[in-house]
Nanobody, 114 residues
Framework: QVQLVESGGGLVQPGGSLSLSCAAS????????MGWYRQPPGKKREFVAS???????NYADSVKGRFTVSRDNAKNSLYLQMNSLKAEDTGVYYC????????WGHGTQVTVSS
């Protein structure tokens, strides 16, 4: 069993920054890719960013140049640095990883509003 716990969400003004963290624990033998998804209000969950175990990254077009995903393999942790935040970045952000199966966190709320 793998548990993912996100932290770092909150309320921020447009143009501001926020950092998210995700800690994985449990029976993890080998973690593959990790990433972030989000679910805006009233919309479906969407891809935000991902990173392979080797450090290769991929971003949704809407966040390229503003968000940076990183991971610490020694700590089984995932991070998302979000800069120049916009109102449309509002949503519940979920941590995801693949370790033989897909695992998801419970999500953390990010609200961008003045």
């Amino acid at each position: 069993q793998v548990q993912l716990v996100e932290s770092g969400g909150g309320l921020v003004q447009p143009g501001g920054s926020l950092s998210l963290s995700c800690a994985a624990s449990g029976s993890i033998s080998s973690i593959g890719a990790m990433g972030w998804y989000r679910q805006p209000p009233g919309k479906k969950r969407e891809f935000v960013a991902s990173i392979t175990s080797g450090g290769s990254t991929n971003y949704a077009d809407s966040v390229k140049g503003r968000f940076t995903v990183s991971r610490d393999n020694a700590k089984n942790s995932l991070y998302l640095q979000m800069n120049s935040l916009k109102a449309e970045d509002t949503g519940v952000y979920y941590c995801w990883l693949y370790a033989g199966s897909n695992y998801w966190g419970h999500g953390t709320q990010v609200t961008v509003s003045s």
